[in-house]
């Protein structure tokens, strides 16, 4: 294979999917005077955590959803928090419920999520939706996974076969994104830091995600030539510039398609938080 991969933009898909969903929304609002109500809650001072809350309100609010974020102390306690999350789950204008993680470290971040309503956790991660998506039914499904399945179906249209090696375990990216490929009737081998030879096991895969949290960890030489690279991974290098989990300069020349870091996945997540939101408010109001 000659010239390099063709790169997978998440901006321009994000930025057409928020397009379609203010469409979406928009037409809601004439025909029933109401719109979704997206809620984030945000406990403490955590800087990156800030940013991320901005970002999903500017980008709610810019679609025309009602977006509202509920900023509380970092003393906040998990009873507090608890009973800030059944206030919420009571309130029929309330689509969505997302808590920004993250939590301070005196809070039990299990028992959070397990306290939000299944039908508006729009973050995907009750055990109730991981139950559903488990089973091949319909639920909210996290929104990396979701981001990630958008970018791999554009490059691909059919995975029906494919081979498909997820690198990371995790329940936020690793588990989920392997149930996804599983129902797009892939072969799915879930990788990992105990996998024997991973290098051996990415070599044949028609279709690698990677979600380690590890920089630049899978090379060039590790992709089947043709390949397509889903490359979940944002790094942060002690020169502050962001770099993925796989080497994007070797990788780029052999693979067929790519996801750069920045500019891949990450856009394509809170565009799904958006997407999820309305999956949400459709099965709540039918």
């Not at 945000?42 to 679609?63: H, N, Q, R």
């Not at 025309?64 to 009873?79: E, F, I, K, W, Y």
């Not at 398609?257 to 799904?272: D, K, L, Q, R």
């Amino acid at each position: 294979m000659t010239g390099e991969a063709r790169i997978i933009d998440g901006k321009a898909t994000a930025a057409a999917l928020r397009a379609e969903i203010g469409r979406e929304v928009a037409a809601i609002k004439a025909a029933r005077g109401i719109v979704p109500g997206l809620h984030v809650v945000l406990v403490g001072e955590d800087p990156a955590s800030k940013v991320y809350v901005a970002s999903k309100e500017k980008l709610a609010v810019e679609v025309g959803m009602n977006s509202v974020a509920h900023r509380l102390p970092a003393d906040t306690t998990q009873a507090q928090l608890l009973a800030k999350l059944a206030e919420l789950n009571a309130d029929d204008n309330v689509d969505g419920i997302l808590v920004q993680l993250p939590l301070p470290k005196h809070i039990d971040t299990g028992r959070i999520i397990d306290a939000i309503d299944p039908a508006k956790d729009v973050d995907g991660l009750h055990p109730i939706n991981a139950g559903l998506l488990a089973g091949g039914k319909n639920g909210l499904v996290p929104c990396t996974p979701l981001g990630s399945m958008l970018l791999l179906k554009q490059a691909l249209p059919s995975l029906s076969g494919l081979d498909a090696v997820v690198i990371g375990r995790s329940e936020l990216v690793g588990r989920p994104v392997a149930q996804l490929l599983l129902q797009a009737d892939c072969t799915v081998t879930i990788a990992h830091s105990r996998t024997r030879d991973l290098a051996a096991v990415v070599k044949r895969a028609d279709i690698v995600i990677a979600a380690v949290g590890r920089p630049r960890m899978v090379k060039g030489d590790w992709i089947k030539p043709g390949a397509t690279v889903i490359d979940v991974g944002i790094n942060r290098l002690p020169d502050g510039k962001l770099t993925g989990d796989v080497d994007f300069a070797e990788a780029v020349k052999v693979a067929g398609a790519i996801t750069p870091v920045p500019g891949g996945v990450g856009p394509m997540t809170i565009a799904c938080l958006l997407k999820n939101t309305l999956t949400a408010f459709h099965a709540r109001r039918g």
